[in-house]
């Protein structure tokens, strides 16, 4: 059984950084597609970054309003997915969601970008972005 649990977050000054991480466990985690999703109050499950792997191929996913800030990278040998986020915005604060498929499809933009696509996820962490 995969299970995935998610660390790092917590209170942020905006333009700041931080580094959330995803802990993959019950699973062959290199045949998994990784994902990151955010969610705040009152607003639906929102994508933000997906990896995939393949031999020696990483293909990766960032939604439009986090390119050029935030970097999602995998650890084959210590099952772990990380999102290093930086110039942090106020209106991103929201409760972040690691979430796992099995696939070695690289860059599915098709499934990767859609929380329907996977159909494993962690409890998630808050992340608030003060200003």
């Known amino acids: 059984q995969v299970q995935l649990v998610e660390s790092g977050g917590g209170l942020v000054q905006a333009g700041g ?54 970097t999602i990278s995998r650890d084959n040998a210590k099952y772990t997915v990380s999102l290093q986020m930086n110039s942090r915005k106020s209106k991103e604060s929201a409760v972040y969601y690691c979430a796992a498929y099995p696939d070695k499809t690289i860059s599915n933009r098709a499934r990767q970008m859609y929380p329907a696509g996977y159909d494993k996820w962690g409890p998630g962490t808050q992340v608030s972005v003060s200003s």
């Open 17 to 70: 950084s931080l580094r959330l991480s995803c802990a993959f466990s019950g699973g062959m985690f290199g045949t998994y597609v990784m994902g990151w999703f955010r969610q705040a109050p009152e607003k639906e499950r929102e994508f933000v970054s997906a990896i995939s792997w393949s031999g020696n191929t990483v293909g990766t996913i960032y939604a439009d309003s986090v390119k050029g800030r935030f």
